[in-house]
């Protein structure tokens, strides 16, 4: 399936990992330190262009999709949900062209993403989840983090693992092929061969050395930082310790570099103020500093309205409209480095919400939801099956495209990776989507 | 899928890069993948009677005028060290050399360019005598000296040898040697044939020995040379390390209680290294792992992090938060003066994982029972422990046994109980065993207090599968009266991997990894045979040759809380529970919360640039804690010498000595420099010499020092 175009995990021989590399690395005596990390530093400013890149918007709490593209005609949205439903004439129309009909509208707080569905670059996915769904928080993000909803005995000589852990495992393996802002330490990361880099902002990643702002201060500080670094020089050991070192060295010198480009950064285009304005803004000031990141993993929480909700306007409408700002820029920022056609958005959350609001204006844990998909290379359109009455007359819309078939889609065709490694599990449902 | 053809191929250049690395370097890790283990030879050779790394009385002209003079020799002879003489602090620099005569001394003591004073004399008996050349104000002109090192030991050189067999009988590898101070590393070579060779060769330092080798035994007539001395000897035998589990016969140095405090009690403390001279490592170990059977004071003061005000009357301390209980915890583990009770509790969590972030408000307490089960039980009976742990409320909860039934049982207990905790992946079961095992562990079900609105778990015959079961070979008859998981608990435990499998996880946690089969028989065997007696076979482990051995030296790399907890508890310098708790959790190890049921990651997949970044900003929270350390009386020179010691070289080597941090030639001096040294803003270097007795430079210049130490590398390594 993947044949001679696309990354190659075969070149990485099995069982070999960048810890190994870095063992006998420490091993060659000579050969500290600067062994492959020569690569995860940036050769120069600007972004790698050609480089296929993929960042990963998650909204905690489950997102109500729903609401966030509303059907138009289905009598049963309107019965179910009386005070919170959007009415035809609130939503941003998603039909563009003579002759074009979709049966739903985006919701009005998201203008800029709007736009890029009149440039055909937005594909919503349509009732996306994963076979025998679960309600709870906690274990449906393990679901969607781990990309096996089974067990993983099941799958020979597979190691729990996240998937974004294995996919940086195969094909980014250096600590910034793959990264993770402000969304802790997300189970997508852990486990397989790579240590990528998870922070809670660029700014935070470096090493704290001073204690006040003083003149004088920074003057010890740095006085500090030098006898420290001047015994990690003069230290040769064997084991561990050796392996510490090699560590050590890459902390100074990454969280240098990530310092550099956030200070460097061009501000070119204005990220929103808000949580995700900031973290985007990290995610573009990483690609222009020219970090070779392939996978980024951010996103805000606050969507488990179960209360209040509101419709067109109010509490949702407030998260969409942060989620707007924040993507719209990014996009923005995208086409002024000229890696638009290179880059792949997706926004997703752990499950959709019910087809009724409940006693309190809001609406309870749900299955599935519609999946946003953009790029510049993305083929925009509704896809899935549509959204029907019959859906939205049980508890909640049940699951039609499995997600991992977009992010098989995505790896396969945009990441130009063998899909099958990073997600091994064989799904019971499968679409061939197009969507790139 | 297929491809669309158009698609230019992608950008692959990071891929490329390791490519490449791994390329150059194919060979060697699948050859390091199948060679055997390296031969590890420890040996100790006398280079000469007295080591001058210490404290000696110094005396000028029969005792006109005296001084306590420090010395520390390094790997080619050369001498440094202080005195203060008649009030003026004196540098001294010089050597110490083996002559025909004996070892001769030569010292030179400088204040400034006025004051002056040269020592040169020979060891005789206890003292090194001689004459003296003093210009200035103390000793001026020609006189005698003599320096007491009555209090110095022999000048013994450990040298540790790691090879492995290359070409023919070829022997290659690393060494290290200690010598009164820290371990210096280089190489060794030999061979094994008739004429069994070893040399050890490091900067300043050789050993060379020739004799005969039988497999793995030396018989050689040795030289070596350095740290001033030249010697030799006929007759060493040297043989490769026993790893057994007889108890050690190696003196307990500074450098084995160290190496027992960071594996045992969260690193080295001063009091503890005192307990441990004082009891003797036995007696130490002993009651090291008898667990308080009362309550302690440490558990007295940390109750309170599990109270809420908003707590029923009669279920205080029952509704605490997840965050509540790892802080709790934290609080355990911090100010705990049993340590050990702690960090052997941290290694069944981490073996029989549970994560709080599963239970409701109302079950959350199970947690604090949980952790409490292997807090108190631990170093109790395994079969106990493991029947405990099989029925505990949060375990039945994280692994779904109170949703396994009579009409649906739940396999993922099942699967665990074998697969994680006692026999290890496909050893010896089946699937279909598994389904049958999951049928045994059915019957339990959640119930609700009225008075106090908490969840308790309760066994319901109802949901019990009361039909028989055949797991392992064993067939365990229907009954509907009490649960099977005792049954299905002394099946396991009859099977031959069980024991195997928990005492090499033990061994592999605390000793070394990779042990071989002779000797994880004998681990089993202990465990085993000594009717699953886990106190026994702790006391026995922390005593025996393979947990000294050299191979078990910094095998392990610290996992964060051994890091963070570590470094508090050693410093002194405190941090808050609840700032532990976010530092942790940064760090990706916050007790209570396990990533998986697997437990967390080990070795050196702690090992990241993120990771390293995050421990040395731990380190500094730590430090610069300073306003909430003076309101709470800490302070950093409780763990220095005495003001009138406190040099800058007693400080450095009484922070090396508690981080157990190992340093290099030229390290030292740097460090003195930093503590002896103001720089300015404008990038101007003042002299400024440390006093002990300024409580500016201990706050700012000692806690620079330590954050200084935090970054090394080998405070990294347990």
Known sequence: MCENICQSSTHLPKGVSRRDILKVGAAAAGLVALGPMGKWLPAAHGAPQALKRLVVVNLFGGNDTTNMVPPTTLQTYFDRRPTIALQPGEGLSLNVGSGSTTLRNLHPAMPLIHSAWTDGQLAIVQKVGYPRANLSHFISQDIWSLAVRDD????????RSGWIARYAGRFAPTPMGAVSIGAGRPLDFEGGDSNPLMVSSLGSFRIRTNGSSSANNTAEALHRTERAKSLLARFHGAGNSAEAKIALDQAYQLADQVQTAVANYSNAVTFPNTTLGRRLKDVSTLIEAGFETQVFFTGIGGFDNHGNEGGATGTHANLLAQVDGAIGALVEDAKRQNIW?????????????????????????????????LGGGVNGGLYGADLS??????????YDVDFRSVYKEIVDRHMRADDKLVFPEPLERTHNLGIL | M?????????????VRAIILTSALFLAPVALAQEAEPPEIYRFQVELAPVCLDGAFPLALNGGTTTGNATLVTDTKGKLTGQVTLDGLPYALTGSVKATKKGLSLSLTGRNDKKNRVTLKGVLEGSKFTG????????????????????????????VVAQVTQGRGSSLKGTASVQVCGPAVEGKASGSRNRKGHLSVKISGFKFTGNGSADGRRFDLKWSASGFGAKTKGESLRITEESVSLAPSTLAVDSDAAAHLLKRTHFGVSAGKRAELAAKGLSQFVDDMVAIPTTETQVEIDAFPELVNVSDPA????????????????????????????????????????????????????????YVNLYRRNGTGNYRDL??????????????????????????????????LFTLGADNGYTQEEIVESSRAFTGYRTRTDDATGLTYVSFDTGRHDATAKTILGVTIPGQNVTDDYEAVVDITLDNR????????????????????????????ALLRDNDWDLAHFWRTLFKSEAFFSARSRGAFVKNPVEYGIGFTRTTGLLLRVDEMDDLLTNLGQLPTRPPTVDGWPSGTEWLSAQALVDRTNLAWEAITDLSRHQTEGIAVQDILPPENERTAGAVIDTCVDLLDVKLVEGDREDLLDYLNTDRQSNGSVVESPFDGTNQTHLDERVRGLLHILAQHPTYQVR
């Open chain 1, 152 to 159: 993983f005995s099941k799958l020979k000589g597979v190691e």
């Open chain 1, 341 to 373: 056609d290179d880059t792949v958005i997706v926004v997703i959350t752990e499950f959709g919400r019910r087809s009724f609001e409940n006693g309190s204006v809001g609406t309870d844990h749900g299955e599935a939801f519609d999946m946003l998909v």
């Open chain 1, 389 to 398: 009455d019959a859906d939205l007359a049980r508890n909640q819309p049940q």
């Open chain 2, 2 to 14: 297929t491809h669309l053809p158009t698609r230019v191929r992608p950008d692959s250049r990071p």
């Open chain 2, 131 to 158: 004459s003296s050349t003093g210009k200035g104000a103390v000793a001026a002109g020609k006189g005698t000296f003599e320096l007491d090192v009555s209090t110095a030991g022999p000048q013994i050189a450990t």
């Open chain 2, 314 to 369: 009669n279920a205080i301390g029952k509704y605490p938060s997840s965050a509540d209980i790892a802080r709790w915890w934290l609080h355990l583990m911090t100010y705990s003066d049993t340590p050990f009770q702690e960090v052997q509790a941290l290694f069944w969590h981490d073996h029989f994982a549970v994560n709080s972030e599963v239970l409701g408000s109302t079950e959350l307490y199970w947690m604090v029972d």
């Open chain 2, 386 to 419: 493991l029947l405990a742990m099989s029925r505990d409320p949060a375990m039945l909860d994280y692994l779904d046994g109170l949703r396994s039934t009579r009409t649906a049982p739940n396999e993922n207990f099942a699967r665990e109980f074998w697969e």
């Open chain 2, 497 to 524: 991997p069980a024991a195997e499998f928990i005492t090499k996880k033990i061994f592999e946690t605390f000793c070394y990894t990779n042990p071989d089969e002779t000797l994880v028989a004998e681990l089993a």
